[in-house]
């Protein structure tokens, strides 16, 4: 069973615009949610993360947004550049030690 | 500091063939974590040690896949006699105390 489900699987956005990815789980114990960058040929990086004590989380051009009642969360991304075209993972966790990942989405800004 | 690093970065085998992936992870981490992501895929967790000791290789995909780590530093990755179906990108991580997981870049596996 998947346990963390994204969508959608690919995007395309212009560069300057609002990038928005989504996410949902299924276990209610999870409580750390980390949000991956994967450029080709790399490893995933950590871009942003929140834990279930909070509901948003800012970093620059990104926020995340948690919503424990319906598990789900997002991701957003205000002025996109083409610097942000990657794969983008939703990942999930509850013993700060396994993260179960999504499938990912891809990404590509439009200059 | 330097990061994770992993070798090969890329392998090409034929089915049957035995293959080992090494990892070097950031000094004074002691977690270290394989995972395996297929193409189009998230990264799926086979085995983590925490120092030597193996903390959960319950998803290790079967007996042909074993992984050590001797001194709680370096750590091998090997899969006996590989089949199509391993082809994937097999990644290494490693944390210390906090939540984040520091990937390397991966060795890409292809078996014909």
């Known amino acids: 069973q998947q346990q963390v489900r994204q969508s959608p699987q690919s995007l395309t956005v212009w560069e300057g615009g609002t990038t928005v990815l989504t996410c949902s789980y299924e276990d209610s114990t999870f409580n750390y949610f980390p949000w991956y960058q994967q450029f080709p040929g790399e490893g995933p990086a950590l871009l942003i993360s929140i834990l279930s004590v909070s509901d948003k989380k800012e970093d620059g051009r990104f926020t995340t947004f948690f919503n424990k009642r319906e598990k789900k969360l997002s991701l957003h991304i205000i002025d996109s550049q083409p610097g942000d075209s990657a794969t983008y993972f939703c990942a999930a966790s509850y013993s700060n030690n396994r993260i179960f990942f999504g499938d990912g989405t891809q990404l590509v800004v439009k200059p | 500091e330097a990061g994770v690093t992993q070798s090969p970065r890329y392998a090409v085998l034929q089915e049957g063939q035995a293959v080992s992936f090494w990892c070097d992870p950031i000094?004074?981490?002691?977690?270290l974590y394989w995972y395996q992501q297929p193409r189009d895929q998230g990264p799926q967790l086979l085995v983590y040690f925490r120092d030597e000791a193996v903390i959960d290789n319950s998803q290790l995909p079967s007996d042909r896949f074993s992984a050590v780590r001797p001194k709680g530093t370096n750590s091998t990755l090997k899969i006996q006699s590989a089949k199509q179906g391993d082809t994937a990108t097999y990644l290494c991580?490693?944390?210390?105390?906090?939540?984040?997981?520091?990937f390397g870049p991966g060795t890409r596996l292809t078996v014909l």
């Open positions: 991580a490693s944390k210390t105390g906090g939540w984040e997981q520091y």
């Open positions: 000094s004074g981490h002691d977690t």
